[in-house]
């Protein structure tokens, strides 16, 4: 692992920084099941499987929430500027 770590980093802040990079991606996974789920899935539970409707729709949201997160993260990157 040491091979890794950036020069000027020592182990106890690469382990600082990798897991908050997972607490990241954990809270980003975490709003984006909740945030399509409450928009796909209908509040009164009708079949015990996914319609195809719903999946359609869940597939819809992630690929957004992915595309919208990936350009956000461009315009952060690059200073606040957006992405060409």
């Known amino acids: 692992m040491a091979a890794n770590i950036p ?7 690469a382990f600082g920084m990798a897991e908050t990079e997972m607490e990241y991606r954990v809270e980003l996974f975490n709003r984006l099941a909740q945030t399509c789920f409450n928009k796909c899935v209908d509040k009164r539970y009708k079949e ?3 319609n195809m409707g719903e999946n359609s729709c ?23 500027q957006p992405p060409m």
Do not use: P, T
């Open 7 to 13: 020069a000027g980093i020592d182990k106890e802040q």
């Open 48 to 50: 015990a499987e996914l």
């Open 58 to 80: 869940i597939d819809r949201c992630v690929s957004k929430y992915w595309q919208v997160n990936s350009m956000i993260g461009q315009m952060l990157s690059a200073g606040g």
